[in-house]
């Protein structure tokens, strides 16, 4: 079946790289997200990556596809508190023509100053 | 350019009660979709409504039902709540069904 997995935590310093790490099942995903949550807030869109790149580099975040072994990262640099947030990890339903996204259970990143 | 909303914010209902949730979608777009939220877990698929029809259902009981407008904002219903239903449900609008989703900020409803 359909499932999204990603690592709980991940703890790092003001100023250092945060690498957030996410595997998925379907291959036949078109597209691949990475969402950003805050305390008691909706979802935030951060990026996302075509299923036919190996790499995209949008400002200070760089995400990275290996469609071989299904494995996706969101690499954020120079970190900042305000970066402190959960990251959801979230494929797009190729099964369907709705594009139901489907989230792994998010990265709680904290970031210490 | 307004965004996705969702009203009310935050509701607290009890067990056997009904519940209506509303969102309104992103200007221009025809698509919304329903996500629930429970704490510490990524948003679960409910369903999606499309130019005013459901357009796909996740693993969700009939009891979760919806409807779109024509000016494609949207309700979401429960009935017989569940102390299990309590959770934080995140609207998503998009241009076209398949296209990027916009959420909204959500609403917390909790049962007691």
């Known amino acids: 079946g359909e499932d999204v997995e990603q690592s709980l935590f991940l703890s790092v310093r003001e100023g250092d790289s945060s690498v957030i790490n996410c595997t998925y099942t379907?291959?036949?995903?078109?597209?691949l997200y990475w969402y950003k949550q805050e305390p008691g807030a909706g979802l935030q869109l951060l990026t996302y990556i075509f299923s036919n790149m190996d790499m995209k580099q949008d400002q200070r975040l760089t995400v990275l596809l290996n469609k071989k072994d299904k494995h996706l990262s969101l690499r954020i640099a120079d970190t900042q508190t305000g970066d402190s947030a959960i990251y959801f990890c979230a494929e797009g339903e190729s099964s369907s023509n709705t594009g139901k996204l489907i989230f792994g259970q998010g990265t709680t990143l904290q970031v210490k100053p | 350019e307004t965004g996705v909303t969702q009203s009310p914010t935050h509701l607290i209902k009890t067990r056997g009660q009904q519940v209506t949730l509303r969102c309104s979608s992103q200007s221009g777009h025809n698509t919304v979709s329903w996500y629930q939220q429970a704490l510490g877990q990524g948003p679960q698929f409910i369903f999606q409504y499309y130019r005013e029809e459901e357009n796909g259902r996740g693993n969700f009981p009939p009891r979760f039902s919806g409807l779109q407008f024509p000016n494609y904002s949207s309700e979401l219903n429960v009935n017989a709540l569940e102390l299990d239903d309590s959770a934080l449900y995140l609207c998503?609008?998009?241009?076209?069904?398949?296209?990027?989703?916009?959420f909204g900020p959500g609403t917390r409803l909790t049962v007691l």
């Open positions: 998503a609008s998009s241009l076209e069904a398949g296209n990027e989703q916009f």
């Open positions: 379907d291959s036949s995903s078109t597209y």
